[in-house]
């Protein structure tokens, strides 16, 4: 049983699937590696304030860098795609706005989809584009018309397979049984599809925490936990974010792995409250409505914070089967990200600055976008080198 809500009574049941008697516990208490850190200097920065509009981002919403060391970035504002050679100089721009193929409306970057260089997911439409390293549309597929729904961005798997979260069945159902103003958590099913093949993995595992609303329904909960995947050779990690533990499902929905590790603590403290509220005071440019929201806004987000940070928010799936954890956002000043081998062991931890946000992993490089000293959006590739040895290039 779970109970969710610092103030709430309202108890939801999680159900989780037994581990099996094959199950395997992978327990790290300290890295195996030295901790990294971001070089001094980007390899390659791509972002301008004003000029040539292929260098103008409005709202990045996904990149990959390629093999060769390109860069192709996914801009919803503009609805296209655009890739850039290791140097940051623009190749190409395809696709606009619109519903035809090759059109998008919501755009996403897909990562490590085998069988073609570049995948898309319109989220607006379910669609699915591939494209060519010249960014010339080779095929779509609409997963709507094959009843595929997903709730989260669906993620690529070595195996061709394209695993998902639908939408929650029972979210409309606790909207109207969850007291106002309290939380709880949906429930989530890992699904899988391959072929005309649609496969649930895996049911019962506890979603986004959400809060209870008025008659608006409900939303996010601030600082909510939610859960996250990242499909490998062998199946798919997945978290709840209550802790520092993965589960790794294999491709006939059983639970065959349990990695644990050791992570910064997880209380909310005073200090990273007083720096949420100054980060939501900086929206407003005028003091009269800085003055409103903390008279009018504030109290209700502060008293429903809760006491606890959710562990991490994204997972990163490399090609050698380890796993980047991202660690929450608001958890501490300096973000971090928690290196996991294919065995599920923890092996060493990386420290981001504040501003930026993990586009895209390898093993010794992160694709990150951040903004400049100007607030200009921009993306940048950065080495990754060891704590104490950083220098610049």
Same mark, same amino acid.
């Given at each position: ?10 108890? /939801?049941? #999680?159900?989780?699937?037994? &581990?099996? +008697?094959? *199950?395997?516990?992978?327990? +790290? ?15 390659? $920065? ?18 990959? $860098?390629?093999? %060769? ?47 073609? &260089? ?38 690529? +798997? ?12 029972? /979210? ?21 599809? *391959? ?12 979603? #986004? ?40 499902? %294999?491709?006939?929905? *059983? ?27 900086? !929206? @407003?440019? %005028?003091?009269?409505?800085? !003055? ?13 914070? =809760?006491?606890?940070?959710?562990? @991490? ?56 976008? *951040? ?5 200009? =959006? ?16």
């Amino acid at each position: 049983m779970i109970t969710l809500g610092r103030h709430a009574a309202f108890v /939801v049941t #999680a159900l989780i699937a037994a &581990p099996t +008697s094959g *199950q395997e516990v992978v327990e +790290s208490a300290a890295a195996r590696d030295p901790d990294l850190t971001l070089a001094a200097e980007p390899l390659v $920065r791509i972002g301008i304030v004003d000029g040539p509009v292929e260098y103008i981002f409005g709202n990045v919403t996904g990149a990959v $860098r390629l093999e %060769d060391g390109s860069i192709v970035v996914a801009d919803e504002q503009s609805s296209n795609i655009r890739r850039y050679d290791a140097n940051g100089q623009h190749m190409w721009t395809s696709g606009r706005s619109g519903e035809g193929p090759g059109e998008y409306q919501g755009l996403r970057l897909l990562r490590h989809c085998p069988g073609v &260089p570049l995948t898309v997911f319109d989220w607006r439409v379910h669609r699915v584009t591939q494209l060519d390293l010249d960014g010339n549309l080779i095929a779509t597929r609409s997963l709507a018309s094959e009843g595929v729904y997903p709730y989260s961005d669906p993620v690529c +798997s070595p195996d061709d397979r394209l695993v998902f979260t639908p939408i929650p069945a029972d /979210v409309e159902s606790y909207d109207e049984t969850v007291p106002v103003g309290e939380h709880y958590r949906s429930s989530m099913s890992l699904m899988s599809v *391959q072929g005309d093949n649609v496969a649930t993995l895996l049911s019962g595992i506890p979603g #986004a925490e959400r809060t209870r609303h008025y008659a608006e329904g409900s939303g996010p909960r601030w600082w909510g936990k939610d859960m996250v995947y990242a499909p490998g050779g062998t199946g798919v990690w997945y978290g709840t974010a209550d802790d520092y533990a993965l589960e790794r499902v %294999d491709w006939t929905g *059983q639970v065959t792995r349990t990695a644990r590790w050791a992570g910064p603590d997880l209380t909310v403290t005073g200090d990273r409250v007083d720096i949420y509220r100054e980060a939501w005071l900086a !929206r @407003y440019d %005028d003091p009269e409505r800085r !003055r409103d929201f903390e008279r009018d806004s504030w109290p209700e987000i502060r008293d429903n914070l =809760p006491d606890r940070f959710p562990a @991490y928010e994204a997972l990163f799936a490399l090609p050698d089967g380890g796993v980047w954890v991202k660690t929450f956002v608001w958890r501490a000043p300096g973000e971090e990200m928690h290196l996991l081998g294919r065995d599920g062991a923890w092996v060493r931890r990386l420290t981001l600055p504040s501003n930026a946000v993990v586009l895209d992993a390898g093993r010794d490089w992160v694709l990150l976008r *951040q903004r400049d000293e100007l607030d200009v =959006p921009t993306v940048a590739v950065y080495e990754l080198v060891e704590t104490g040895r950083l220098r610049a290039r």
